[in-house]
């Protein structure tokens, strides 16, 4: 089953998205809180090479924010997972990879909070399932494959 990863469409130069002084040098990085640092034309290709009518998943923060993508989408799912729960994880996620923990806490601090109520949060209304994001992950799965199947079938 094909799956179109949101993260590998933004944009990587700051000059062609939104973007916020770095918090560990000089400079500016793209900032990933904001959905118009999605690339529009890496965001078209991928659903063009799915248009066989198979069942795509797109996953990323994002993907119920884009109208382009709410539009396309058969069946849409929220996994409703709450800040404290997120930020935490992508904390332990920084620690793992070597990074510096306190950028990812300040930049949640100072955008990315905002951004989560403005462009993720209400993703949750326009679903057609919200799964328990502190769930399992094979229990999330289960419970998304028990709805999407016979929605799909019919």
Not at 26 to 37: E, K, L, T
Not at 47 to 73: K, Y
Not at 87 to 105: N, S, V, Y
Request: proline residues 9%.
């Amino acid at each position: 089953m094909p799956v179109i990863r949101l993260d590998d469409c933004y944009h990587t130069d700051p000059a062609l998205a939104p973007a916020l002084p770095r918090y560990d040098g000089p400079g500016r990085v793209v900032n990933f809180s904001d959905p118009a640092a999605i690339d529009p034309g890496r965001l078209r290709r991928y659903p063009a090479e799915h248009s066989d009518g198979a069942l795509v998943i797109v996953e990323g923060i994002f993907a119920l924010t884009l109208p382009q993508l709410r539009a396309a989408a058969r069946w849409k799912v929220y996994i409703d997972t709450p800040p404290d729960i997120s930020i935490a994880r992508k904390t332990l996620r920084r620690i793992a990879e070597g990074r510096d923990p306190a950028l990812t806490l300040r930049g949640y601090l100072e955008h990315g909070r905002a951004a989560y109520l403005t462009h993720i949060a209400p993703g949750r209304h326009v679903a057609d399932l919200v799964v328990d994001g502190t769930a399992a992950v094979a229990e999330a799965a289960s419970v998304i494959v028990r709805h999407v199947r016979p929605a799909a079938a019919g």
